[in-house]
């Protein structure tokens, strides 16, 4: 495929930092934010691979009851049930904070509550509670690395990505978006928005990627789902020549992303 004639970026967007491969690469916001959006949609094969649930769906989960005390864990004053009706049919936690304890207390609960988390993570009881509660923001390194993982695991078995056998699913992806081409500099080769079909690559995603892209999507590491979906379209994309590595420096690069489709095989 010819390419363009190289284009010099008169503003570099947004960046992100993920480590990919040992490598610290910067992916553009846009293209973050994309990945976002399509996961925010009810087909694609994306939707459910996500830790944060509907208002709707965290009623149903943690009830009235539940919902008021993460309220109180934030520090706020106990919503009536006329205020969670209200709550649930906008689709919308007006405080942050309660939201936050809503989502990690439910999450905590999908596990098999308090004690079980504790067990899987290595931590104590209280430790748990605390971090549920928000009195702890973040659980120790290794804690809260487990707990990602277990987390990542369960909503991947949910989602249906994973086989009976807990081996995963292989992607077949699809990726609309704006994608320039580097190669030793931030200039570089614009493609102009276009669709990459991964279905028809001679070297589609492996099971090993589709368990790193399914685990990325799980943890909304928007990021980390950009530079997987970079670093494939450069060192295996059948319309890709001459690339034989993936940094900020060359390969394939995102300006922005319009949409991804997953079909999980």
């Known amino acids: 495929m010819a390419l363009h004639l190289p284009k010099p ?47 709707t769906q965290l009623r149903k989960e943690l009830g009235n009851e539940g919902l008021r005390q993460a309220a109180i864990d934030a520090g706020r004053t106990p ?29 905590i609960e999908r596990l098999g509550g308090i004690d079980a988390v504790a067990a899987k993570i290595g931590r104590s009881r209280s430790a748990v509670s605390r971090y549920r509660s928000g009195d702890t923001n973040e659980l120790r390194a290794d ?29 077949v992806i699809r990726v609309r978006g704006g994608v320039m081409v580097r190669n030793g500099a931030d200039e570089g080769y614009d493609y102009r928005v276009r669709t990459l079909d991964f279905a028809n690559s001679d070297t589609p995603f492996s099971s090993d990627e589709s368990r790193e892209l399914a ?42 992303i319009d949409s991804v489709h997953i079909d999980w095989i």
């Open 79 to 107: 919503p009536s049930d006329r205020t969670l009706r209200r709550w649930a049919q906008l689709g919308r936690i007006p405080h942050a904070d309660v939201l936050e304890r809503a989502q990690r207390r439910a999450a």
């Open 215 to 256: 685990a990325a999507l799980a943890g909304d590491d928007h990021a980390r789902v950009v530079a997987l979906l970079e670093r494939h379209a450069t060192l295996d994309y059948p319309e890709n020549k001459g690339f034989d590595k993936y940094s900020d420096q060359f390969g394939f690069h995102f300006d922005h």
């Open 9 to 55: 970026r008169t503003t570099k967007p947004p960046q992100q930092t993920v480590g990919l491969d040992g490598l610290k690469v910067s992916v553009a916001g846009a293209a973050t934010t994309g990945v976002e959006k399509s996961k925010q949609v009810k087909s694609g094969g994306l939707a459910g691979l996500t830790s944060k649930v509907s208002v």
């Open 143 to 171: 804690a809260g690395k487990k707990l990602r993982n277990v987390t990542a695991q369960d909503i991947m078995k949910r989602a249906g990505v994973l086989r009976p056998d807990g081996t995963p699913k292989k992607a």
